[in-house]
């Protein structure tokens, strides 16, 4: 395994409360011996704890690193706060229903493309996921001339075209095999869109084009009096379904009835409808043509028209309709998101026309992908041959420089649709289970506890060649993440570093640590003891989406307060800060305030760093939550992981500003219970990527 097994030792470890994981072959390249449990309570689901007894637990520092200390203690690997920063298998799979599924959330059974060769031509072909497995290995980068990028292995396979072609490889010796190079073309559709938020705007554009249609509104005069009424019926229930959801959460109210049998010729028809005065007028407005269209209100009008009017048989997707200004607003539409169509009229008496989709099976999948339609038969790609003209040329195949957790599957085509490239099953084995174990950026669902942490830092800090350095807790992995409070390794550990007077400081986002405050306590008066929380915003809404399995920062403030309180001079690193999303100056002005006011004496601004494997999880994320905010994004960090100092000098000054107006002092340089000053580059260990 790349990931550092060789400080573990085996020997079995009892007497941890849990329950065991079942009996599976011993992991070769993983711990002998290692207990591995998992827990039913709601904090911990989903997750596995690898209860290992290590072997050393006081690390050095690499020299390159330009963190100001020397040693560290990491009793977790892993960490249960789950916050976006860490490593996901965010990679997009192509599902039978056309719509996409990251790579980490398939299950066994899950129906996907995979592709045939049948007659002349390779063609999609739907298969079954079989087994699913994560394994950490040496990361590479392949980057192609449409901008497609994909994190992968070096032993993972691609479809080019000059065959199955390997990450890398070599011409002659034991390495020797087909490799990728920049010649290579790899073949598929390129990157995947990203799809759309459910949002208002995006109901709002669904409704209209769905009802405008294929629904009906009327307001009709009779002897009896005036009738009003809006109906839409449809022959696929599921965007019927979506309709009246949408319709629900807008405030109207429908009823399903049955419109018509099936026959012959076509299948039953389901309806919806109202004849409430108020409901009719609602729907009224909710479809009318907005003033100035957004991206979400357009891709939910393209998705609410086709799967009114839309087709896609033969490899051609089409939208039909006879009323200009509908035809007119999908062609500006499809435009807008860059998407070619043509005007087919064959000039019948009812005027319809159709706009059909140019561009291939690429161009229909980016259709698919950007808007969602909810009728997902009219996505089927089966038996496509892949000919595509995306731009897939190799241009680079990079080493990241570090291990990271890689997903893989076997399917019952040996093969898979990988953000649009084709993709060979790495390593296909009789069984998952024989695989390495995923203890790197899997954080949140397998962390690594080295049950005898405390044992240890007492042995080693008796140790003849110890010189009582200085020792930095939480600088990799939060020590008080949520297992602490099962594990319980910090108090004992703690109480070694007392025993033997030697300097440490712990960074937590947790709160877990004001358990251990009486200990702590006892540990400042033989040596120099410092606190320091991370807390990088105050915005609750910005955390949940962020930071889901840490304590808000409010709590984290409280324990500040606690422990400023109990006489410690408490830091707060402020990070990272979020460029568009928590980097403002109301933003920064209120984050500082609420640290000061909570009585810590200083404050450390961290701009958010993007290290080479983490940046493609994040931008995926961020599309994904912040999407106007990625052409900010690319600008910043277009020279690497950093942002321009420029940026982030002007980020500490607002920074600091802020803290002089609330009262906090600047961190004295040199003293080991202070975090760096960030005008340098961010420091390594204190990523939080």
């Known amino acids: 395994m790349v990931m550092r097994w060789d400080n573990l030792a085996a020997p079995p470890v009892e007497g941890t409360p849990g329950r065991a994981a079942p009996a599976t072959p011993p992991l070769p390249l993983a711990l002998p011996g290692a207990v ?28 390159v690193s330009r963190v100001p200390f020397e040693w560290t203690i990491n009793p977790y690997r892993g960490c249960s706060h789950a916050c976006v920063y860490c490593l996901s298998g965010d990679t997009p799979i192509l599902m039978a229903d056309g719509c996409t599924k990251a790579i980490r959330d398939l299950e066994v059974g899950d129906r996907i493309y995979g592709t045939e060769r049948r007659g002349a031509y390779r063609r999609y072909a739907v298969t079954t996921v079989l087994a699913k497995w994560s394994t950490v290995k040496p990361a590479y980068r392949v980057r192609l001339e449409d901008g497609t990028t994909l994190v992968t292995s070096d032993d993972h396979r691609f479809l080019t075209d000059r065959g199955w072609k390997h990450v890398t490889g070599a011409m002659s010796g034991d390495g020797q095999r087909p490799y990728l190079t920049t010649n290579n073309r790899l073949i598929g559709t390129g990157r995947f869109a990203d799809g759309p938020k459910e949002n ?93 269209a957004d991206d979400d209100w357009r891709r939910g009008f393209l998705a609410g028209i086709f799967d009114a009017e839309g087709s896609c048989s033969r490899g051609i997707l089409r939208i039909t309709n ?63 041959a892949l000919k595509c003209r995306a731009r897939l040329k190799v241009i680079a195949i990079e080493p990241l420089g570090l291990a990271l957790p890689l997903w893989d599957i076997t399917t019952g085509t040996g093969d898979f649709i990988a953000d649009g490239v084709v993709s060979h099953n790495c390593f296909a084995r009789n069984t998952h289970t024989y695989l390495d174990l995923d203890a790197g950026a899997d954080f949140d669902r397998q962390v690594i506890v080295k049950v005898n942490a ?64 009486p200990l702590l306590r006892q540990a400042a008066q033989v040596t120099r003891v410092g606190v320091s929380f991370s807390v990088g915003f105050v915005d609750e809404r910005l955390w949940r989406s962020v930071e889901p399995g840490t304590p808000s920062p409010r709590r984290r403030l409280a324990a500040v307060r606690q422990f400023a309180d109990a006489g410690f001079e408490v830091g707060v690193l402020m990070a990272p800060i979020l460029p568009g999303l928590s980097d403002s100056d109301e933003s920064i002005d209120a984050t500082v305030a609420a640290v000061a006011a909570a009585g810590a004496t200083s404050v450390t601004p961290l701009p958010l760093h993007l290290r080479p494997g983490a940046r493609e999880w994040y931008a995926r994320w961020l599309a994904r939550e912040h999407c106007h905010l990625v052409p900010r994004y690319r600008e910043l960090f277009r020279s690497g992981a950093y942002s321009p100092q420029s940026y982030q000098r002007e980020l500490t000054a607002r920074v600091r500003i802020a803290a002089r107006r609330h009262g906090l002092s600047r961190p004295e340089q040199g003293d080991h219970r202070q975090l760096p000053q960030p005008s340098a580059p961010a420091p390594e260990q204190l990523s939080l990527l």
């Open 322 to 384: 006879r009323d200009d200004d509908i035809l007119a607003r999908t062609a500006e539409a499809l435009r807008h998101f860059g998407l070619a169509a043509v005007l087919e009229d064959r000039g019948l008496a009812n005027r319809v026309r159709s706009l059909r989709l140019a561009g291939g099976i690429g161009e229909r999948l980016r259709f698919f992908h950007l808007t969602d339609p909810a009728i997902t038969r009219k996505r089927s790609i089966e038996g496509s």
């Open 200 to 292: 208002e705007a995006y109901r709002r554009g669904y409704l209209c084009g769905m009802v405008r249609g294929d629904g009906h509104t009327g307001t009709y005069s009779y002897p009896s009096g005036v009738v009003h009424r809006f109906r839409l019926a449809l022959a696929d229930k599921v965007a019927l379904h979506r309709t009246r959801r949408y319709l629900r959460e807008f405030g109207v109210e429908t009823t399903w009835f049955s419109f018509a049998p099936a026959s012959s010729k076509r299948r039953s028809m389901q309806a919806i409808r109202t004849s409430k005065k108020a409901d009719v007028t609602a729907v009224r407005e909710l479809i009318a043509w907005p003033r100035q």
């Open 36 to 63: 591995v449990r998992t827990f039913d309570t709601p904090g911990f689901a989903g997750m596995t704890f690898h209860e290992v007894r290590a072997k050393s637990i006081i690390n050095k520092v690499p020299g």
């Open 454 to 517: 405390g044992e240890l830092v007492r042995r080693e800090l008796a140790a003849p060649r110890w010189r009582g350095a200085h020792v930095a807790m939480g600088t990799n992995v939060d020590c008080y993440q949520r297992a602490e409070g099962r594990y319980q390794l910090m108090p004992p550990i703690i109480e070694a570093l007392r025993d033997f007077a030697n300097p440490f400081s712990i960074l937590t986002k947790g709160t877990l640590i004001l358990r251990d405050l």
